[in-house]
């Protein structure tokens, strides 16, 4: 029975993300050149949307993505970790909110830094999804807590920029998200260690805005006795 509601409750979220009516895009020129000199690498475009085109407008060939993810640590091209979580839950990048990307990024530049491969059902044991009515979704954790600090995450979902490019398997329409995201994740052995090794931990992800060469730094705190030790990322 709870499987049950849980699964109508994401095609509810998935409709009424789908019907949503998003406010157009207040991105001007200015961003879209600031954009497309800091952060647009080669073998991509960017451009303006037009008024018709909305955060939830299904574009062929393209994405719509939020200029605040970028604020927040996103980069291009997606790094295939964040690609997979996408398509595992059935989500599209403009569905996040700027603190789900501030998680998953700060997660993903831990794992990097500590030479720990990526694992979805560890992934799935830390964090949980859920959406709003409009059907944007959110990350949390009962685990540990990983705190982001960024700056005019406020309108983001007015703030839009088309992009195109490679995106490997990642789509722009919206889909029903993947029931598996309330199936219990399969752990043994080194799994088990890995997610309680991050139990009762706090981690602060800092990402600076306008330092393209430095993507973000994390702060994991042992506790109030204990400085904690300071990581940075910075793309290749």
């Not at 640590?73 to 595992?88: A, V």
């Amino acid at each position: 029975m709870v499987g049950d509601d849980a699964s109508a409750r994401r095609q509810a979220h998935a409709a009424n993300f789908a019907d949503a009516a998003f406010k157009k895009s207040s991105t001007s020129v200015r961003d879209l050149e600031n954009f497309r000199e800091r952060l647009l690498p080669e073998g991509y475009s960017a451009r303006l949307p037009a008024r018709s085109e909305r955060l939830n407008t299904f574009i062929e060939g393209a994405l719509v993505l939020p200029l605040r993810h970028f604020d927040a640590g996103l980069r291009l091209p997606f790094w295939p970790e964040y690609c997979n979580i996408l398509r595992y839950f059935s989500i599209v990048p403009a569905q996040i909110n700027p603190n789900g990307v501030v998680i998953i990024m700060g997660f993903l530049c831990y794992l990097r830094e500590e030479r720990i491969i990526f694992d979805l059902s560890v992934f799935r044991k830390i964090f949980s999804f859920a959406a709003t009515p409009e059907g944007v979704v959110y990350f949390s954790s009962h685990v540990c807590t990983l705190m982001g600090t960024t700056n005019k995450v406020h309108k983001w979902s007015e703030q839009l920029v088309i992009v195109e490019g490679d995106f490997g398997d990642v789509q722009g329409r919206p889909h029903q998200p993947a029931d598996v995201a309330f199936l219990p994740p399969i752990l043994e052995g080194a799994r088990e260690q890995l997610v309680d090794a991050f139990r009762g931990r706090r981690f602060d992800v800092i990402f600076w805005r306008l330092n393209v060469n430095t993507l973000l730094e994390v702060h994991y705190n042992e506790g109030k006795s204990q400085q904690g030790k300071s990581v940075s990322y910075s793309p290749q």
